[in-house]
């Protein structure tokens, strides 16, 4: 596929990690990421073939999830808490946005709202979703754009038999808890599960458009897809086995005049006709880092919790 007109998108989330040092945890509408365990399929530098194995990624994951180790580190890049992932039909708060669960991954609203150019991102253009840590760009999840398909969010229930149970409740359900806050100029932190703005993001970049109702749901190009797509797929940083469970880092990735060091909060847009190249780059930065990290392209759908 021609590579012309490609955009490689730097997408800023909070970096700050869930820190519940117990039980069961519910989500609070922080949009933190967690440290997470999971069965899954992964490739790394040393074996071509896909393998399976229990893997430990950050990713973001807003419905429950129950801890299951906690790590006595002062290094402030390592987790603190690794946690197992659960879903549930209950309408929660928030939601779980981009979606890295099963075989296929998706980003669905966040920040769609405030900025057009995400209602309108090219097929094979990149997402980097990830964090300024410290001056420096850390990666959980590169996302290659497949597909998309435009949904009313006034029509949330329509989409109930199109995708799995697991993303419909934990990523789209949320988004009809509260849609009287879709209609005014201000939300409220309480509100809805419309990434929520926390202390230190811009609040405008996470308000709904008034007049906006429609929404792209953006389908990730997975591993047994990507030569429809010049090699390129989508991935988050793991490590696969027992060493995962003594947490990583999320790898600083470094791409002059494409990734910014100083921005910390909204998106970065750079245009390219070369990438492949790019996303060469960023793999490898991810698969040479020094902490030994795999890739997970898919993984087991989290299972359903009952209180």
């Known amino acids: ?12 989330h909070s970096g700050e990690e869930h820190t519940k040092s117990t039980g069961i945890k519910w989500n609070d509408g922080s949009h933190k ?17 896909v393998k399976t194995d229990n893997l430990c990624f950050w990713g973001e994951w807003e419905a429950p999830a129950k801890l299951i180790k906690s790590i006595n580190t002062s290094n402030d890049k390592l987790p603190k808490n690794i946690f197992s992932p659960f879903y549930t039909p209950e309408i929660g708060r928030v939601n779980t946005d981009p979606f890295v669960f099963g075989n296929e991954f ?3 609203i966040c920040k769609q709202a405030h900025y057009p150019s995400l ?41 109930s038999k199109k ?13 009809t808890e509260n849609l009287k806050y879709a209609e005014k100029k201000e939300i409220k932190e309480s509100s809805c599960g419309m990434c ?6 811009d609040v405008d970049e996470y308000k709904p458009t008034k007049e906006l109702k ?5 389908k990730a190009v997975m591993f047994d897809e990507k030569e429809q797509f010049n090699g390129m797929y989508s ?19 470094e791409l002059p005049n494409v990734i910014s060091n100083e921005q910390n909060q909204g998106i970065k847009i750079s245009k390219t006709d070369s990438i492949k190249m790019y996303w060469e780059n960023i793999k490898d930065q991810v698969l040479n880092n020094e902490q030994d990290l795999d890739l997970m392209i898919g993984n087991d759908l989290p299972v359903r919790y009952n209180r």
């Open 1 to 12: 596929m021609k590579d012309n007109n490609k955009k490689i998108i730097q997408f800023f």
């Open 33 to 49: 990421r967690k440290f997470m365990a999971i069965n899954g399929k992964y490739v790394s530098k040393k074996l071509e073939a």
């Open 106 to 108: 998706y980003y669905m």
């Open 119 to 159: 209602r309108e991102i090219p097929i094979g253009s990149i997402i980097l979703f990830g964090s300024n840590k410290k001056k420096k760009f850390v990666l959980d999840t590169l996302f290659v754009v497949k597909d998309y398909e435009e949904y009313d969010i006034q029509d949330i229930y329509s989409l």
């Open 163 to 175: 995708y799995n149970d697991i993303f419909f409740n934990v990523s789209l359900k949320p988004l």
């Open 196 to 201: 929520i703005p926390i202390k230190g993001d």
């Open 214 to 218: 429609k929404y792209k749901i953006y």
């Open 235 to 253: 991935f988050a940083p793991c490590i696969a086995g027992e060493r995962g469970k003594g947490g990583f880092g999320r790898p600083e990735i």
